[in-house]
């Protein structure tokens, strides 16, 4: 048998021959010095490549791919977590507030979640007006909020008085900051 | 084609875009090495992977179930890195180059001397190894990322390229002799 070509040498290293042509370039390497050298060398360059280091693509690879196919998906936990958090900041501030300087900022503040109330009441009045099917849900709420305005105004207990206020405003703002997370969009995106 | 590649493309196409996510993700690496070898930038190598994946996604209907779903990826890769490249007008050599050349460069080593790769220590010469793919034809090259640094079959590389199996064969060997001719050259 005559010396092997070297493409025949990369096959049968790569696996790529008959279990024929397998057994006649054995029969031949078992005889030929330089047949086998060639193997040799070529060996060494196929293992060498297949230890070429695999590069890892970026952890958020994934995420960018498919914030350009279906748009920025939002973390809706991440959301709420992030409303709830900034409303306990803003109900923790106010207490220390109250509890410190009780009448004057506690008037602002009883103030401001009144308007925050009646404001509320009027858009609830006019969400009302607007939608004939949910009509009524709204004038119900709308009674209720009113209602309670009135009972808050009743109430002898300035301090009672503020406690809910306190609360309501947390649960309020809560709910704003939950459907108005747009402008924290870019923060809010899963990374 | 897998089984697996199948479902997942049906369901895409049924409107469930999240079923694209476990494509990325099973064939993000592959296509990044092959196009960080390719354009030996990694930061261009991203930027184009991206590419793929959106263009894949928004040309998912074209795609003929007849097929293996990553040569279908990586014919887009390939398409999208010369396309690039043009654009670019980076220096290149042209893609029918090496076919033109005539040396043979396995016939110039000589049998009788022990052959410089030998001499080389492992880690060394998968360096020398990564610099001479490099330097290779792009055509050569390309070949040659993708059945050994991607593994894939000569049956797939000619389908991806659209050229004969046995040009795939030629080409590949061309480039391998022509990596060893590098490196001992260097030595």
């Given at each position: ?27 031949h ?13 070529r060996k060494?360059?196929l ?7 695999k590069i ?14 279906i748009g920025?998906r ?7 977590i ?6 306990f900041?803003?109900s923790l501030?106010?207490i220390?507030?109250?509890k ?14 009144n308007?925050?109330?009646n404001?509320?009441r ?8 607007l939608?004939?099917?949910i009509t ?16 808050l105004?009743s ?7 503020l406690?809910?206020?306190?609360i309501?405003t ?6 704003l ?6 402008p924290?969009?870019k923060?809010l995106?899963?990374? | ?22 494509i990325i993700?099973?064939y993000q690496?592959?296509i990044?090495?092959?196009?960080t ?18 263009k894949a996604?928004?040309s ?5 179930f007849r ?43 000589s049998d009788?001397k022990?052959s ?7 880690k060394?010469?998968v360096k020398?190894i ?11 090259k ?5 059945r ?6 000569y049956?797939?590389?000619a389908?991806?390229k659209?050229?004969p199996i046995g040009?795939v ?7 391998k002799?022509?990596?060893k001719?590098?490196l001992?050259?260097?030595?």
């Open positions: 048998m005559k010396c092997l070509e070297i493409n025949k040498i990369y096959d049968y290293l790569e696996g790529e021959i008959s279990s024929e042509e397998r057994i006649e370039i054995e029969k390497l078992s005889v030929c010095p330089t047949c086998s050298r060639i193997l040799r060398e060494i360059l293992e060498s490549i297949k230890e070429i280091p890892e693509p970026p952890p958020d690879l994934v995420n960018k791919i498919m914030d350009k196919i920025p939002i973390s809706w936990v991440k959301v709420f992030y409303s709830l958090s900034i409303s900041i803003f501030f106010s220390i507030l109250l410190v300087t009780k009448e004057s900022v506690s008037s602002i503040f009883l103030n401001f979640t308007s925050l109330l404001t509320i009027y858009v609830t009045i006019f969400l009302a007006k939608m004939k099917v009524l849900i709204f004038k119900v709420l709308e009674q209720i909020i009113g209602d309670f305005v009135v009972l105004k109430m002898s207990s300035l301090e009672l008085k406690q809910i206020m306190v309501l947390t649960i309020i703002l809560t709910g900051i939950f459907i108005l997370y747009f924290f969009k923060i995106v899963k990374t | 084609m897998k089984t697996d590649d199948k479902k997942l493309i049906e369901q895409v196409l049924k409107g469930k875009k999240e079923a694209f996510e476990m993700k099973k690496t592959p990044v090495n092959y196009l070898r390719m354009t030996g930038n990694y930061n261009d190598a991203i930027d184009l992977s991206q590419e793929v994946f959106v996604y928004f998912l209907n074209s795609y003929d097929y293996k779903f990553s040569s279908w990826l990586f014919k887009i890769a390939s398409n999208l890195c010369i396309d690039r490249w043009r654009k670019r007008k980076i220096k290149t050599i042209s893609l029918n180059h090496s076919l033109k050349e005539g040396k043979d460069f396995y016939l110039q080593v009788k022990p410089p790769i030998e001499k080389y220590e492992k060394e010469l020398k990564e610099k001479a793919i490099d330097r290779l034809p792009l055509d050569l390309e070949l040659f990322i993708l050994h640094i991607n593994e894939l079959s049956q797939e590389i389908q991806i659209n050229i040009t064969k030629n080409k590949i060997f061309r480039a002799e022509r990596i001719y590098l001992e050259k260097e030595k």
